[in-house]
Every structure is written in C-alpha cells, then in structure tokens.
C-alpha cells in the first residue's frame, strides 16, 4: 500500500543479523505487523508491536518502533536459510480493522 | 486446529469468464477478510465482513466483484466478466472478531488468459 513503504531487497550471510525497515505515514495506527510469505505459501504473522512500546523481543525477532519517525524496523539475529522469505509490514489504524501492507522486502540468505 | 483453506489453490479462466473462489475460515471466527495481492505487491483490501454482513466493501474494485457470507462461516467471492488484470493471488483471512489477529489462507492464484 502507498502509505507503508519498505525496500525491496535484502541479501545477508548465514549467520548474520538481518535488518528490515518500514515507514508508515498514519500517526493514528494502533497496531503495527510483520508478517513472513514464503512460496507459495499464505501470510504467516511473525509478531506486532503495539503503537505505546517501543520495542518488543521475541526469541531471535526484536521490533523497534520509533513514532516520532513513524519507522519500523525488524531484526532478525542469526539469519537462517530458512528465514529467506519475504516480509510484510503492516499497519492497522485506529478505529479500523484492514490491514494496509507495505510491498515487501525480499530477504535472501546466503551461505 | 486448521487454519483458514481457500479453494482451488489455482484457477485458469479466459477473459469474460466467471469465476467463484471460496474460503473456509476458522471455526469461530466471526470476522473475515478478503484481500487481492498482485506480483510485486503486498495484498490490498477487499471486503470485510463480521458475521454474515459485508461491514466494508470499499476496497471492492468495481462492480463485477461480489462476495457473500451467507452463514457467517464459509464466504465466496465471485468475479464476474474477468479481465486479464484481475489475474493475482486472492488471500482469505479470518480473526476472532474485529481489531484481533488476522489468520491469513494459502490463497487462490487466478489467471485470466
């Protein structure tokens, strides 16, 4: 969607950490998502954050959020091959229940 | 427990066709959503209903697309006349009800030849 915007490519070795970034332009979202798509497969919810924390960690994913900046990053530590994917980020604004996604960000992990 | 299925995974169809795509959501699940996701894209927002009734259809691109949920269990989403840009994968979503997490299907790959 146009109001969230994430780049589009990510290439990182084995074993590093991967770094993805968001931007969204609704000061009034409530909830923000990153969602995993692998091939062929449907939308996997991977976590969310909350619009009043700033970070949150869960096992390897860490999410910080950054309202004044309206930017949000997920970092992955100790990238696997499995984590080679393509992830979503996505908003939900106050008061609704859509999801608006970002167009994805296409992480390749390499050896 | 399963997850939200959505038949056929794939569908061929020519240009003018109609076309009906299904979804089974999980059992419970008063909301769901239906959203269109195009190459390169992230999936845009179709209809949404709570229960039986489409709650929002403003992301409908125009008339020839329709969709019910006669039950509030099972929802189709019918196209009619296809075009050849209404080729995409159609993705099915269900939560417990609104503002909860969304549980998204495999989706439907349509091409319209």
């Known amino acids: 969607g146009e109001d969230v915007e994430q780049s589009l490519f990510l290439s990182v070795r084995e074993g590093d950490s991967s770094v993805i970034n968001c931007t969204y332009t609704d000061s009034s979202s409530t909830y923000l998502y990153w969602y995993k798509q692998e091939p062929g497969a449907g939308l996997q919810l991977l976590t969310y954050?909350?619009?009043?924390?700033d970070m949150k960690q869960d096992q390897r994913l860490t999410v910080l959020l950054n309202k004044k900046d309206k930017h949000l990053s997920l970092r992955i530590a100790d990238t696997q091959t499995g984590d080679s994917a393509i992830y979503f980020c996505?908003?939900?604004?106050?008061?609704?229940?859509?999801?608006?996604f970002g167009a994805g960000t296409t992480v390749t992990v390499r050896a | 427990g399963a997850g939200v299925s959505q038949t056929p995974s794939n569908k061929v169809t020519e240009k003018g066709k109609y076309v009906e795509l299904r979804c089974d959501p999980i059992s419970g699940h008063t909301a769901l959503y239906w959203y269109r996701q195009s190459l390169g894209q992230g999936p845009e927002f179709l209809i949404y209903?709570?229960?039986?009734?489409?709650?929002?259809d403003s992301g409908l691109p125009n008339d020839r697309f329709f969709a019910v949920r006669p039950e509030g269990s099972v929802s189709t989403l019918k196209i009619q006349r296809t075009e050849r840009g209404d080729s995409a994968v159609y993705l099915c979503a269900s939560s417990e009800d609104s503002y909860n997490e969304q549980f998204f299907g495999p989706g439907t790959r349509l091409t319209v030849l």
């Open positions: 954050i909350f619009s009043n924390m």
């Open positions: 996505a908003e939900m604004r106050s008061n609704d229940y859509k999801l608006s």
């Open positions: 209903f709570q229960g039986t009734g489409a709650a929002d």
